[in-house]
């Protein structure tokens, strides 16, 4: 509503607003299931969507982004390098498209930091991004991973904490945060994160609860340690996690 800003919102509009639509349901697939259950068909609708949308719109930059999360979580469960590719070339063309938008310039600095290793263009990126938007979850996230990595927890704290904030539903970025609290020494904060985590993921077999039990374990919190083990012996008994933690 402020002058100046209506020309942000031009932008990256769809030219079809049946590929904006295709975009949403891609990104309920993935973002809604695939991230909680990993079914492999979720992973899969969520794709075919992005690339109808990418079909009625070829020009369209949001369905690539949507297949830079895709794929970014897919590669968290296969460790397949071909996902790993199909992230940086999706966040590539989604920043080709329109290098003027902050979502995509967040996505590109994640992805050329995590997997190209390009230091300075990604944290160059993630500065272009929080200058065209800083209010946005999406950017803040994903800014906020970048500092994460880089051992920078203060400054991932103050990303991640404004992405919680901007967009509380989505259950990842508490588990940042938690992990940023962890490694920076504040083990109370690190497990209202934690606990915040499985709040907005209530769903068994549990998803990556390995940190959250190292950091009961260093609390000397065994009771909670222990009761989320005996969780996992019960839903996934052959997981590596649970054999790891008992």
Known sequence: ???GSAPILE???PANLEAYDYCMKGMSFIKSKFVIYFKEEDFRMGVEMFNNAIKLDPAYSLPYFGLCWAYEYHYQITGDE???RMVQSSAETAWRLDPDSALNNAVLGYAVYEYAHERERAFGLFQKALQLNPNQGD??????MGYLYHGLYDQGIRYLTKAVELDPYNFWTPYKLAYCYMYSGDFAKAAFYFEKYFELAPVEPLVF?????ALNIMMKRYDKAEELVARGE?????????KKYR
């Open 1 to 3: 509503l402020l002058p």
């Open 11 to 13: 932008k990256d509009r």
């Open 82 to 84: 071909q996902d790993a």
């Open 139 to 144: 950017v803040n996230f994903l800014v906020g």
């Open 209 to 213: 609860p390995g940190k959250y039990i």
């Open 234 to 242: 019960k839903t996934t008994p052959d997981a590596e996690w649970v």
